[in-house]
């Protein structure tokens, strides 16, 4: 019996990563993470798990794709090097503060899942990023909440 899949949201502003970025280099390691609970949450992704990659700080904000976690949660080593944005000199790498994990393009969604439709679809209630002042990098989505996204977006993931 396959292990259960959990879904999740990651966000990221398109000009800094977009999900047409993830299409070209056909994974990344999403790094840079420097919240507790969002962090939290990437250590708790694992291999096969399915992602909706949401663009924020766009015009307008939104679900534009899917990826799928492809390596589980591993220490981020940009939080040991002084030149990184993502320093942290109190983290140290016997005992490393943040984490991340590989995750791989899965398809772009035909239509952008807007905010608004996020926020005004019923049958996503209780979906965190509608939920204003939720600022969360990372974040776990039910099962339905994820398949409506895809099903507002068009999308053909296998849910």
């Not at 798990?49 to 589980?72: I, K, M, Q």
């Not at 005004?120 to 339905?144: I, N, Y």
Request: one cysteine or more; a positive charge; hydrophobic letters at 35%.
């Amino acid at each position: 019996m396959a292990p259960k899949r959990n879904y999740w949201l990651i966000k990221s502003e398109p000009e800094v990563f977009s999900i047409q970025a993830l299409r070209r280099d056909g994974k990344t390691h999403w790094e840079g993470v420097r919240n507790y609970q969002a962090r939290n949450h990437l250590r708790a992704m694992r291999t096969g798990d399915l992602v909706l990659f949401y663009h924020s700080n766009a015009e307008p904000p939104g679900v534009a794709g899917v990826a799928r976690v492809c390596r589980e949660a591993y220490p981020d080593s940009s939080q040991f090097d002084p030149r990184s944005d993502y320093y942290d000199s109190a983290s140290k790498p016997e005992d490393p503060r943040w984490s991340l994990v590989d995750v791989e393009f899965v398809e772009e969604l035909p239509e952008l899942v807007p905010l608004d439709v996020l926020k005004e679809d019923e049958r996503l209630d209780g979906m965190l990023v509608r939920k204003r002042g939720m600022r969360l990098s990372v974040q776990p989505v039910e099962r339905e909440h994820f398949a409506r996204v895809l099903k507002l977006g068009k999308g053909k993931t296998k849910v």
